[in-house]
Nanobody, 121 residues
Framework: QVQVVESGGGLVQAGGSLRLSCAASGHIFSINDMGWYRQAPGKQRELVAAITSDGSTNYADSVKGRFTISTDNAKNTVYLQMNSLLPEDTAVYYC???????????????WGQGTLVNVSS
């Protein structure tokens, strides 16, 4: 059973910083793309940042210059460093990873349970 587990959410004042972590575990042969999504109350889930296996990154316009996504491949972990946080960044943040369990298997999209980020004004 492959899973990803997020950590690092919490309450922070506007202008502050948080670092989210997401660790993949289980029978992992290869991890392709990894990313962070968020869902605010009453809104659809949206992509925040993504990183490919070769290190290419993609960010939502609303977080460019403030958030940084990175990975530690040895630990099967993806991070999201969030700086200059705004009240509108308040949301549940979800980790997503495309994981293959063996050479012959395709990639399965795995979601975490989410971690709440609450930015107070």
């Amino acid at each position: 059973q492959v899973q990803v587990v997020e950590s690092g959410g919490g309450l922070v004042q506007a202008g502050g910083s948080l670092r989210l972590s997401c660790a993949a575990s289980g029978h992992i042969f290869s991890i392709n793309d990894m990313g962070w999504y968020r869902q605010a109350p009453g809104k659809q889930r949206e992509l925040v940042a993504a990183i490919t296996s070769d290190g290419s990154t993609n960010y939502a316009d609303s977080v460019k210059g403030r958030f940084t996504i990175s990975t530690d491949n040895a630990k099967n972990t993806v991070y999201l460093q969030m700086n200059s946080l705004l009240p509108e960044d308040t949301a549940v943040y979800y980790c997503n990873a495309a994981i293959s369990g063996s050479y012959s298997e395709g990639y399965l999209e795995v979601w975490g349970q989410g971690t709440l980020v609450n930015v107070s004004s």
